[in-house]
């Protein structure tokens, strides 16, 4: 199965195995739930899943790569303790906890989560003293003499043997008592989630035309070549840096992130091209209707590789202001958010101001927990206190001051969704011109739909052509299969 099939039957797992009678005992015995042993290439996202998990089911995660660990880590360190036996005072070896299992109780402490997931990574590679311990963990659920806590789900990774020259074959005695999942590289999955978290166009366009290279795993003589979706995740990282900083990107580059040769060969001169288009045609000409006569007697002409570049160009621009739009509805709506408790408070309040500063600095711990919105938190809380009100005064005099701040920023929110919508005008008058219901229209609608920022944005901003469009264009088995991939 692929990634997001696992994460799907690991989310039923977590609700099956938490899932209690009516006197509170779990309704599966913790000896009758069996740790989940993914196995899967590198580098196909199985720590990330663990995450996502975990937050959905707000239950706690602890997270270990075993080939880190020493025996001593893992079951705890020796030390001598007496005992008394058949009358007899005898010394015996005993362990401290094992840093594994203290770190659950830790996270159990530190969050009051008393369930969660135990996730050890590259469980199958670990070192031949250290394997025996990995063999009790997966059979008895213990490190050393501790066991792991009830409430809390083992799940372990490993990579198959062809992609690690350590890992260890598990014998039935340990297969008989896990649940083993195999987990494949697809990259229709990589890409929904690619999308979602900002891989940069250039490295998705390239992968629209060049599939097969998503992820290849090779041994020629010169050793082993490799490209894992990780390093498509970590380069784009690298690439978006660079770009701001106007710095070069070379072959060398990118073979150190994708370490094949012809790949990296291969992705370094799209880059380049990718730019080039993007400068010949002018996409930001024709996101404010500027074309030129001669970008359309080229786009005629053009082979089916740059047409498609084109469009995917023309998407990124529009996702630009798309994002800015959905950025700025964030923070709108949280601003109404904190305005709207702020002054349901205010009638309890001794203090306006200093209501405003408690609320403003609960704000900031509750966003400290939150890191994938950590740059539109931050912008906001700039805002709220740019907007605290200076003055006291009556309640109604004292919100009105606060409010100013609020209504600028529903200035910027409607200024970032009317660019975004002419920008997406001009963008259908320019794939009109240049493709009339061609494929490419259809890649166009196709990337809209899907993609989370501007199907959220379509959702609330009316775009006639794009309803047709999707209406006409999106039908039979080219429906379904978007369908299909956002149901998933």
């Not at 890409?191 to 035309?209: C, F, I, M, P």
């Not at 990718?274 to 404010?288: A, F, M, S, V």
């Not at 786009?299 to 630009?320: C, P």
């Not at 309040?349 to 740059?375: G, P």
Request: proline residues 2%; aromatic residues 10%; glycine residues 6%.
């Amino acid at each position: 199965m692929n990634i997001k099939e696992a994460k799907q039957e690991i989310l039923h797992t977590v609700a099956a195995y938490l899932a209690k009678d009516e006197t509170g005992e779990y309704k599966i015995p913790a000896i009758r739930q069996r740790p989940i042993l993914l196995i899967g290439p590198p580098g196909i996202g199985k720590t990330q899943i663990m995450e996502q998990i975990a937050a959905e089911c707000k239950i706690g995660l602890v997270a270990y790569t075993i080939t880190h660990h020493t025996r001593q880590s893992a079951v705890g360190l020796p030390f001598i303790k007496e005992k008394i036996f058949d009358g007899k005072t005898c010394s015996v070896t005993e362990y401290t906890m094992s840093e594994i299992i203290s770190s659950v109780y830790q996270k159990m402490e530190e969050t009051g989560c008393r369930e969660g997931i135990l996730f050890i990574d590259e469980i199958n590679c670990v070192s031949e003293t250290l394997a025996p311990t990995m063999l009790q963990f997966l059979q008895c659920k213990t490190f050393g003499n501790q066991a792991v806590p009830k409430g809390w789900i083992i799940v372990a990774a490993g990579n198959p043997p062809e992609y690690n020259k350590s890992v260890r074959e598990f014998d039935m005695v340990t297969l008989d008592r896990v649940r083993s999942i195999e987990v494949e590289a697809e990259y229709s999955v990589w890409k929904s989630y690619a999308r979602e978290n900002g891989v940069h166009g250039a490295l998705l366009s390239y992968l629209e035309l060049r599939q097969k290279n998503f992820y290849r795993i090779e041994a020629d003589v010169d050793g082993m070549q490799y490209v894992t979706a990780r390093g498509w995740e970590d380069f784009s990282g690298l690439l978006k840096a660079y770009e701001e900083l106007k710095l070069p990107v070379t072959e060398e580059i990118v073979y150190e992130y994708l370490h094949h040769k012809d790949v990296a060969e291969d992705v370094a001169a799209y880059i380049d091209l990718y730019r080039k288009y993007q400068d010949d045609y002018g996409i930001e000409d024709i996101l404010h209707g500027k074309v030129k006569s001669a970008v359309y007697a080229r786009i005629y002409d053009a082979a089916f590789d740059e047409r498609l570049s084109v469009v995917n160009l023309l998407t990124d621009g529009i996702l630009g202001y798309m994002q800015k739009a959905y950025q700025e509805k964030y923070i709108t709506d949280a601003y109404f958010a904190f305005l709207k408790s702020y002054r349901s408070e205010m009638e309890k309040a001794e203090n306006l101001l200093e209501l405003y500063e408690e609320r403003l600095r609960f704000l900031e711990e509750e966003f400290a927990e939150n890191e994938k919105t950590a740059l539109w938190n931050r912008q906001l809380l700039r805002l709220l206190k740019e907007g605290k009100p200076l003055n006291g005064g009556t309640a109604e005099e004292v919100f009105e001051q606060a409010k100013k701040g609020f209504v600028c920023q529903r200035e910027r929110l409607e200024e970032a969704e009317s660019a975004a919508g002419s920008a997406l005008e001009y963008a259908f008058d320019f794939m009109e011109q240049a493709f009339e219901n061609g494929e490419e229209m259809v890649v166009f609608v196709t990337e809209l739909t899907v993609n989370k920022v501007s199907a959220a944005f379509l959702a609330e901003n009316m775009c006639e052509r794009y309803t047709t469009y999707n209406q006409q264009l999106l039908i039979g088995s080219r429906k379904r299969e978007i369908l299909s991939e956002l149901n998933r």
